[in-house]
């Protein structure tokens, strides 16, 4: 089965520019994630979606990222005004909803945002 | 809150010989416990999870992981290393109450033949 495909896979903007983040998850999978991978750490949750609502967005900085997934299957993130700390992995990923607290999520390549 | 803590940045061991990378955790309620390994340039691929049930549980790529609940761990092992194996290595974890995962900082495993 494909996997979970994102673009672009390298971005590198000057500070203030906006920037977009495209994922298309696995066939199926209503539940889908924006991680953010900064070097040295563990990935963080951005955002979570089922079909096409948020289930949390608690750790998305609403002032200048926002996410959509309108018809429950692809989704965009961006991101307006970025900042030098923006830099960054931007991971997508997907999972089944039967039993999603136990279900593994499937990861994208990522897209390596470079902030100037 | 939920956390999870992987004490060593990078493990180094020779090429057939066992290996274990470190994780321990902290939840209220069932622990769900993944671990996933990184390439370089490329996603998280899932390697195995607990959820409930055997304490010993054997995943992809011959790695398994115990879970050991008096001491809040998670540790992953494999019995012979391969340079292949070499990677980042993310543990994870999961609480009953809630849909998010936390993941720990990474452990870079290093296998020189």
């Known amino acids: 089965e494909a996997g979970v495909a994102q673009s672009p896979r390298y971005k590198i903007i000057e500070k203030r520019q906006s920037v977009a983040f495209w994922c298309n998850p696995i066939?199926?999978?209503?539940?889908l994630y924006w991680y953010q991978q900064i070097l040295g750490q563990g990935p963080k949750l951005l955002i979570q979606f089922q079909n096409n609502g948020v289930v949390d967005d608690s750790q998305l900085p609403k002032d200048r990222f926002s996410a959509e997934r309108l018809k429950g299957v692809d989704s965009t993130l961006k991101i307006q005004p970025a900042k030098l700390e923006d830099s960054a992995v931007y991971l997508c990923a997907s999972s089944s909803s039967q039993g999603s607290r136990y279900n593994e999520q499937f990861f994208g390549p990522g897209t390596r945002l470079t902030v100037l | 809150a939920q956390s999870v803590a992987q004490p060593e940045d990078q493990v180094n061991v020779a090429e057939g010989n066992p290996l274990t990378v470190k994780c321990t955790y902290s939840v209220s309620g069932n622990p769900y416990l993944f671990w996933y390994v990184q390439y370089p340039n490329r996603g998280l691929q899932f390697l195995l999870k607990?959820?409930?049930?055997?304490?010993l549980v054997k995943g992809s790529y011959g790695f398994e992981a115990e879970f050991n609940k008096s001491q809040t761990s998670f540790h992953l092992k494999k019995p012979s290393a391969l340079v292949s194996d070499s990677a980042l290595y993310f543990c994870a974890v999961r609480d009953g109450s809630s849909y998010k995962l936390i993941f720990g900082s990474g452990t870079r495993l290093l296998v020189r033949p």
């Open positions: 607990y959820i409930t049930g055997d304490n």
């Open positions: 066939s199926g999978h209503a539940t």
